[in-house]
């Protein structure tokens, strides 16, 4: 079966604040995506990044860059520099191909604080 | 390029009423799928289609539960005899199928349940 654990509640950090969110996951699968979505107040799920297992390469986009670690099943989202706007609860997700369903984790809260 | 739509946003419904809510995928996306949502919990998945056939349907999917894409564009999800149990924000979400595409959420449909 396959899991995602994001064990960070809730995060308040001040603006300018440096934040990184936490996700664990669990699959027997060699082959699997991990994915990064933004849920502000609205309710939409906007998608931030998508990784396949067999690409460890971390990224950066702008202020936000992923550390993918297969050795420890982790794909943790850091936020540079963080901003109010950035307020919204994040999840992360697994899945078995690009668009079979996706597996969420039960999100982080992040508040930013001016 | 539109995104994926949902409708109603909110509906408030007495106990054993039935509902039902429309999803339009992104134009040319041949995957659909519909997820559940509660407070404070990541989303959990129902059911997805292919085109018009529904590939999988999750166990949370109870015999009140239906959905349909009859002709592989909009879907609709319908609720009988709703209980208070089923208030939720119900997701959708559309991919184009192919290994390495995205899941493309909408702004979700808010049932509550009196």
């Known amino acids: 079966a396959q899991k995602v654990t994001q064990a960070q509640t809730e995060i308040s950090v001040v603006e300018k604040e440096d934040v990184t969110l936490d996700c664990v996951y669990e699959t027997r699968d060699t082959t699997y995506y991990l994915f990064w979505y933004k849920q502000p107040p609205s309710g939409e799920l906007v998608f931030l990044i998508r990784r396949n297992s067999f690409d460890e390469q971390n990224e950066i986009s702008g202020r936000y860059s992923w550390n993918f670690q297969k050795s420890t099943s982790s794909f943790n989202f850091t936020i540079t520099a963080s901003q109010v706007v950035d307020s919204a609860v994040y999840f992360c997700?697994?899945?078995?191909?690009?668009?079979?369903?996706?597996?969420f984790g039960k999100g982080t809260r992040l508040s930013v604080i001016a | 390029d539109t995104g994926v739509s949902q409708d109603p946003r909110h509906k408030i419904t007495k106990r054993g009423q039935n509902v039902t809510f429309r999803c339009d995928p992104i134009s040319e996306h041949n995957r659909l799928y519909w997820y559940r949502q509660t407070l404070g919990q990541g989303p959990e998945f129902l059911t997805y289609f292919q085109n018009e056939a529904q590939l999988e349907k999750s166990r949370l999917l109870s015999d009140r539960f239906s959905a349909e894409r009859p002709k592989g564009s909009f879907s609709t999800l319908e609720i009988q005899r709703t209980e208070q149990g089923d208030s939720a924000m119900y997701l959708c979400?559309?991919?184009?199928?192919?290994?390495?595409?995205?899941?493309?959420f909408g702004e979700g449909s808010w049932l509550t349940v009196v």
């Open positions: 979400a559309s991919s184009f199928l192919d290994s390495g595409n995205t899941i493309y």
């Open positions: 997700a697994l899945s078995r191909s690009g668009n079979t369903p996706l597996v």
